[in-house]
């Protein structure tokens, strides 16, 4: 079970498709990115917030597993979930056509790294800990 999650509504691009009208595959991680800002921003920790907390969070691992192909110029429906938290940021996706079946799925992995030292830290800092809902500093 997810402990948080954002949606966002995108409109599919001309030129986010192949010659074949299909959503190229290396734009589903922009569309990830939208729903990541998303609920990011949901908390009040987006990426101006972590970098003025003073933390970087690299992406070091992305997922994507396409089970329909979607069209030009199709509406989606990109579903984000924060799934872990104390380590780590591990968030899933679905994508949805407007029909609500799942087209796409996928999760990303992110490390904070101190900016001051530029070593990943071991744990997720505070300043992300203390804008989760209902999550205890440890």
Same mark, same amino acid.
């Given at each position: ?47 101006h917030e972590m970098e003025k907390s003073g933390f970087l969070w690299p992406l070091i691992d992305v997922q994507v597993r396409f089970v329909k192909?979607?069209? +030009? ?11 872990? +938290? ?7 996706? &679905? ?31 505070? &300043? ?11």
């Amino acid at each position: 079970m997810s402990i948080l999650e954002a949606k966002v509504e995108l409109t599919v691009a001309y030129h986010d498709c192949d010659p074949a009208g299909v959503v190229w595959h290396g734009n589903y991680l922009k569309y990830f990115d939208a729903a990541r800002c998303a609920l990011l921003d949901k908390i009040g920790y987006g990426y101006h917030e972590m970098e003025k907390s003073g933390f970087l969070w690299p992406l070091i691992d992305v997922q994507v597993r396409f089970v329909k192909a979607v069209h +030009y110029p199709a509406t989606v429906t990109v579903v984000c979930r924060l799934e872990e +938290y104390e380590y780590r940021l591990k968030l899933s996706y &679905e994508v949805f056509n407007a029909a609500g079946e799942v087209t796409t799925r996928g999760s990303s992995v992110q490390v904070a790294v101190d900016m001051t030292t530029n070593e990943m830290c071991l744990g997720s800092p505070p &300043e992300l800990l203390s804008k989760l809902p209902g999550v205890e500093e440890g």
